[in-house]
Structures are given as C-alpha cells and as structure tokens.
C-alpha cells in the first residue's frame, strides 16, 4: 500500500514536501518509488524515480526544482517541491516498481500506486 500526503493549496514561489509512505511490500524485492502528477487535460508526467541506490532520475522539467529523498528506514518517500507555479497544479501520485534494477518513467512497470494527493498552487 501506498498513502500519499503533504498536498495542499499553496502560493506561488513558496514549496512544498509531499510523502508516500509504502507498507507491505515484500522486503526481499527491490522495488523503486516514483513520483508522476497528473493534471486535467493534460498526460501524466514521470517527476522523479529513485530506487536503492538513492540517486534519484529525473524528468527534464523538474530538475533544480523538485527534490526526491527516502528515509534511512526506505518505507518513505519525499518530494520536496520549491518555487511552486501555477502549472503545477495537479494531482501528485507515488507508485512502486518491483524488481527494479534502475529508476525508469515507464508506468506500466509501476504495480502498485497512492490515490493520490491534490496540490494546487495560486498565483
């Protein structure tokens, strides 16, 4: 299972740290967490993918800006998200890749995903 949170209504410029806390996946399987955001009319965007390494990928749009990290305990996973725009408004999803060997966006390699928390910028 994994439960987003930290979403939430915020001004311009300022930032925001998202979590996906992940239970009962199976501690023998390497599995890598990504992070993808989906806003009306638009595709889902691959953000950020990190796996037990800790060196997470990016996607081109969101490197400098978003940061991912996991706790030293690996059952978490955060985005921090500074300078926040208006174009960031979307629904912000954390999902886990098993037997991942390196981060990738191919969401079909993703099995389990959050519902999802709202994060809505205003300008």
């Known amino acids: 299972q994994l439960v987003e949170s930290g979403g939430g209504l915020v001004m311009a410029g300022r930032s925001l740290r998202l979590s996906c806390a992940a239970s009962g996946l199976n501690p023998e399987i390497r599995y890598c967490i990504g992070w993808f955001r989906q806003s009306p009319g638009k595709e889902q965007e691959g953000i950020a993918s990190i796996g037990d390494d800790d060196a997470p990928l990016y996607g081109d749009s969101f490197r400098g800006r978003f940061t991912a990290s996991r706790d030293s305990a690996k059952t978490i996973v955060y985005l921090q998200m500074d300078n926040l725009r208006s174009d960031d408004t979307a629904t912000y999803f954390c999902?886990?890749?098993?037997?991942?060997?390196?981060?990738?966006?191919?969401?079909?390699?993703?099995?389990?995903w959050g519902q999802g928390t709202q994060v809505t910028v205003s300008s």
């Open positions: 999902a886990a890749e098993p037997f991942c060997t390196s981060p990738t966006f191919i969401r079909s390699r993703y099995d389990y």
